[in-house]
């Protein structure tokens, strides 16, 4: 992998960008080398089809990558709503002994459970 850094553009926020050109290329050892980091098991007759699936996705990173994004800020959300939130309202609640009615042991004010720690 190639990388090159340019640390003195400024894009429209302020902050110093950090671009990045790659060039990689997949091949069968780079598959085999991630496959064994991940713990895959890949069998030799998808192996190819895995290297022509990662080459595809490099190619469109490298398609992303030309494009001009000067000026455009980076986004936050992908769309214009933001914390889509049900206003906080206080409603009536149930009394203790309402919630211990429907409850198959209690001994108020609390519900009664199997015991499932064993010492």
């Given at each position: 992998?190639?990388?090159?850094?340019?640390?003195?553009?400024k894009?429209?926020?302020?902050?110093?960008?950090?671009?990045?050109?790659?060039?990689?290329q997949?091949?069968?050892?780079?598959?085999?080398?991630l496959?064994h980091l991940s713990?895959?098991?890949?069998?030799p007759?998808?192996?190819?089809?895995?290297?022509?699936?990662?080459?595809d996705?490099?190619?469109?990173?490298?398609?992303?990558?030309?494009?001009?994004?000067?000026?455009?800020?980076?986004?936050?959300?992908m769309?214009?709503?933001?914390?889509?939130?049900?206003?906080?309202?206080v409603?009536?609640?149930i009394?203790?002994?309402?919630?211990l009615?429907?409850?198959?042991?209690a001994?108020?004010?609390y519900?009664?459970?199997?015991?499932?720690?064993?010492?």
């Open positions: 992998m190639v990388a090159s850094f340019n640390l003195l553009t894009p429209s926020g302020g902050f110093r960008a950090l671009e990045y050109i790659c060039i990689m997949v091949d069968h050892s780079l598959v085999n080398h496959a713990r895959l098991n890949v069998a007759e998808k192996m190819d089809k895995l290297v022509q699936d990662m080459q996705l490099v190619g469109f990173v490298e398609q992303l990558n030309a494009l001009d994004t000067t000026g455009t800020s980076p986004l936050m959300y769309g214009d709503a933001q914390n889509v939130l049900r206003v906080d309202e409603n009536g609640s009394t203790n002994q309402e919630a009615s429907n409850a198959p042991e001994a108020a004010p519900f009664k459970v199997p015991k499932v720690i064993r010492k």
